[in-house]
């Protein structure tokens, strides 16, 4: 999922790039509209009469260099550190243009690409003038010679463009600064616009995934319109809990309700069947009937209580062996029962820090339901997967359909095939083990044997050794 | 001669229908309503073999009914506790309760259980004749049901005196939760059933009182040993 972030940026199935590039694109529509009417803002020159004293300067400046080119043989090269020098020292930038081949020679830092068109219209020019543009201004032309070398002299500012104006001279430096700073800018806008969708995405999903307690409480603060529909939300998952809990409380009241009436419906039955002298055998099989609600009773409530998280895990040390060998001594004797083969293997040392009671019963209903299932044999094997312990129960029966292997574990599902009462049970058995083991932290699971048959695998936390 | 059960329950059909139902084994019942006139019942002077006692009553609950009951009384309680509810159950017996039955139950449950609590109060009378039993300072009287530690006399319910002499008669050996709970509980002992480790708590907390020194041990997996101490 990591590795396909720049998905976001499609903006055909995402608003997160939607919103991104649109801004973005806009952002950089205006940016490069902005610099290139500044950059034409810049070149425009102007020209203005001289002022006086820079023109007494410039004759200054005119009279120095005739009087050094005069001492000495100069090239070209000289003549640029000349006015350097001559310019740093006196604080004006000077400007030599070659008369015959419109070449120039500057003594001040800076713009490689500086604009000469200005100086040139002005060869013809007699009178002093200033000319001035955004970055410069000038005042000239002042004819000299140098070295055979017809000239002419201007002195003046330049102004160098600072920071930005440098990066602006650098057009790959300048396009990626602009592309960067917008980018981030916008995504940060699209972020914010998008995370609470995203936070209320989770909140929902959580939802979907069977967490009734979840709520969009981060998104819910905000006072915008996501901030409403976060408030929406936790309005919605609040009705839906309520709703899902009185369904929930509702089951369990009703069996705690048919107690009292079961009580006295047992007691009833017991006095009957004392007092009759010849045996009835319905009386029996009301008899039998009654243990069975009886039984499914105390199955809804258990599940109720494990539902609802209201189960004391009464949690101590217990070998494994502890666990299961009477466990497995129950088994193995209704197995003999009913002609089916039991084997149990498992590490005596090991020890769990469980409920014991409430393992043992779920443990108890996976194999009654394996042992219901089987055709000849049934088995419970432990394997050590690194610090948890699994107890797998095989038996070698039909199996299930692919897509009940987990609907087997919910409330009162009966496998499709095998809808008959004759299997006997409550529907609650693997539930309740499910539930036991999720109170654990533990998981539970079924899957199809290639060989034939099911397996039901427990995976609990285990203690060394 | 018919034994006497107080049944403390708050639903009146049930406790007819009890009534009825046990008279012809040879109980005879005595029927409270509510916490309070049960309590009063039991501590009125008059005298019953098990008192039958509900934990969902109105007003005082069964809970309260046996800790006031345990303050002054060691008759044998056996309560009905909810189904479902294992809390309960763990909780009475930590209050001294003898026994426990899921409700609803199969009635034949309850008249196996009165029945062996009152075996066993029988048993306890009969061994009148039998000898003391001293290890080191503690003390137990089979004739007149009195244990004592260092002079000190113990309280002791009748199935915590069962299980003290069952352990003394076996002073160094172990004594393993199958021979506590058909002995002394006159069950047998299903899987994870933690009543005789709850006696067995209350009693070594009851010898810890006047003594504070580990006189019974846990074998872990099997069963409790009674040591004498030097």
New interface residues.
């Given amino acids: 999922m990591k590795s396909r972030w720049w998905l976001k940026l499609n903006p055909l199935n995402s608003l997160f790039g939607r919103i991104f590039l649109w801004f973005w694109l806009t952002a950089l529509i205006m940016i490069i509209a902005t610099g290139w009417t500044s950059r034409q803002l810049a070149e425009q020159s102007s020209y203005a009469p001289a002022e006086a004293a820079q023109v007494k300067k410039l004759h200054q400046m005119g009279a120095k260099l005739q009087e050094l080119a005069e001492k000495r043989n100069i090239d070209e090269a000289g003549l640029a550190r000349w006015l350097k020098g001559i310019g740093m020292r006196s604080r004006v930038g000077l400007l030599l243009l070659n008369q015959q081949n419109d070449t120039y020679i500057r003594g001040f830092p800076g713009d490689e690409r500086f604009n000469i068109q200005p100086f040139l219209s002005l060869k013809e020019q007699t009178g002093m003038i200033q000319v001035e543009s955004l970055f410069w201004q000038f005042t000239g032309p002042l004819p000299v010679t140098l070295g055979n070398q017809q000239y002419l002299l201007f002195s003046g500012r330049h102004r160098p463009p600072g920071m930005l104006g440098q990066i602006m001279e650098h057009p790959y430096l300048l396009a990626s600064l602009v592309l960067g700073l917008s980018g981030s800018l916008c995504m940060l806008l699209a972020w914010s616009l998008i995370r609470p969708i995203g936070q209320l995405k989770q909140a929902t999903q959580a939802m979907a995934a069977g967490n009734l307690h979840s709520r969009a409480d981060q998104v819910a603060h905000r006072h915008d319109e996501v901030g409403q529909l976060g408030r929406e939300f936790n309005h919605m998952a609040d009705k839906l809990q309520a709703l899902v809990d009185s369904q929930k409380r509702i089951l369990a009241d009703i069996s705690h309700e048919l ?2 009436p ?3 419906l ?6 009957a069947q ?1 007092r009759e002298q010849q045996v009835i055998p319905e009386l029996a099989r009301i ?1 039998h009937e009654a ?1 069975r609600i ?1 039984t499914m ?2 199955h809804v ?2 599940l109720a ?1 494990l539902d609802a998280g209201q189960q ?1 895990l ?1 949690k101590r040390r217990i ?1 494994l ?2 666990l299961l060998a ?2 497995c001594q ?1 088994i193995q004797f209704e197995a003999k029962a009913k002609q089916r083969r039991f084997e149990c293997n498992y590490p005596q040392q090991k020890i769990l820090d469980i409920d ?2 409430l393992v ?1 019963s779920a443990l108890e209903n996976v194999l009654r339901n394996a042992l219901r299932y089987c055709v000849s044999r049934v088995s419970l094997d432990c394997i050590q997967q690194g610090e948890r312990l699994q107890i797998r129960i095989i038996d070698d029966g039909p199996g299930l359909p692919e897509d009940e292997l987990q609907a087997v574990f919910k409330p009162f599902y009966r496998v499709s095939s095998a809808r008959n009462r004759e299997s006997g049970g409550t529907g609650l058995g693997l539930a309740i083990a499910a539930g036991a083991i999720a109170s654990h932290g533990g998981r539970i699971w079924a899957e199809n044997l290639p060989q034939g048959g099911l397996q039901v695998t427990m995976e609990l936390d285990s203690l060394e050794p | 001669m018919d034994k006497s059960i107080l049944l403390i329950d708050d639903d009146t059909e049930l406790a007819a229908l009890l009534g009825d139902y046990l008279s012809p084994q040879g109980y005879k019942l005595t029927l409270a309503h509510t916490g309070k006139q049960g309590l009063a019942l039991a501590t009125s002077g008059q005298h019953f073999d098990v008192i039958l006692l509900d934990v969902m009553l109105p007003e005082l609950d069964g809970f309260e009914v046996l800790k006031q009951l345990r303050q002054t009384h060691l008759t044998p309680v056996l309560m009905l506790t909810a189904k479902g509810d294992d809390f309960d159950r763990i909780f009475g017996l930590e209050l001294g309760a003898d026994d426990y039955l899921p409700k609803p139950f199969n009635p034949r449950e309850l008249s196996a259980r009165i029945k062996a609590i009152v075996r066993r109060m029988e048993l306890l009378s009969v061994t009148c004749q039998q000898q003391q039993l001293q290890i080191d300072k503690l003390h137990l009287d089979p004739s007149t049901q009195k244990a004592s530690l260092s002079g000190i006399e113990l309280e002791l319910t009748g199935t915590e005196f069962g299980m003290l002499h069952l352990l003394m008669a076996n002073t160094g050996k172990l004594v393993t939760k199958q021979d506590l709970s058909e002995k002394v509980l006159g069950r047998k002992l299903s899987a994870f059933d933690r009543s005789i480790d709850m006696h067995v708590s209350n009693l070594r907390r009851k010898l810890a009182s006047i003594a504070d020194q580990e006189r019974i041990r846990t074998i872990r997996g099997a069963g409790y040993m009674l040591v004498e101490i030097r």
Avoid: C, F, H, M
């Avoid at chain 1, 047992?266 to 006095?271: D, F, L």
């Fill in positions: 107690r009292s079961l009580a006295r047992q007691v009833a039955i017991g006095i004392q008899e243990n009886d009773l105390e409530l258990t209580k004391k009464v070998s062996d502890e009477p466990l129950d014991a009671r043992s």
